[in-house]
DNA sequence: CAAATATGTCAGCTATGTTGACATAATTTG
DNA sequence: CAAATTATGTCAACATAGCTGACATATTTG
């Protein structure tokens, strides 16, 4: 290779025309879910930046706080990671007084999740600007148009999901290794 | 600690009502975006896996096809990463044939990237299944529903963001180190 | 009691981002 | 033209957040 890379096309088969438009593909809105999610991510990283702490964190945070006592079982259900890629961040969380666990009261092998006072603070700082955000960008639209919004966020999940408030009845199938 | 860790609270001050409904925030949309994202993006995961790339290549390879002949400056602005970051997934999509570097005509500095026939595959076969995933979200909406949908999206990406097909003439501010 | 379950933990690996420093070629400017 | 700036590449070191595999401990269940 030359110092600064190949400059010449190495004769294979170049397009030069913009993908799009030809196949039937929604271009837009792949773009547009990507830019929204990355900037829509941004506000908690900038607030995260200061605690020290990162994405991971926040998702925890923000699970715990939303649904308290859940079981560290039903989190890594919800995030899909693995325990040992959760247990880094849990334990920061829990060490630096974030999140509390309690011994589950019916089965004590469980270790029930709660936000400490701290804990639902840092949660309700991330919230915020992105609450902010999504307020803004429903401004002036009316019922229809916010009933369409949460229809085709709702109508992107993945049938089976897992997500708080939904079906706790089943039994574990997988992921937790 | 315990072997399985703290059994107790410390007697912190331990929350254990849910977040939400209180504070005027929208917690619905803030998980409605993350599990739509997740689910999102999980589609051209699996595809990647197969070929041995990731989501950082997913974004390069979908980029240079939107917009062939884009220059590695402009790719950078858009990703909002860095020239380092981006040089490793780069250089092995050249190398294995994805995408071709072609000298600025103007500016000979200037790399020009370019998708080749399997890189305008890869990329077709990425968004394929995202795209599927969107027009079934978006089934049984009519038009009014669809505008708002677009609407909510854009509104929610920062307004100085560069996206492809905007400001092209600005001078650099920044990112690249 | 034995097996299954919920959780924790150690060790090592990968992917993808970061900063800092420096190199080269080409363009622009004084 | 020489000097400065620009576009890009590259080396090195590091951080975060995932992953797999293996094993330990406490508790519940059959």
Known sequence: MNRAGAIKPESDQILDRPMGDNDGIDFEIIELLFFAYRDFISDPDAILDTSGFGRAHHRVVHFVNREPGLTVAALLDT??????????????????????QVAGPEDRRQRRLFPTDRGRELALALARPQSRRIANALEGMDENGRTAVTTFLSGMINPGAHRPEE?????NEGRDQ
């Open 79 to 100: 995030l899909k990671i693995t325990k040992q890629s959760l247990a880094r961040v849990l334990k920061q969380l829990i060490d630096s007084g974030y999140i509390a």
């Open 167 to 171: 079906d706790h009845s089943e039994i």
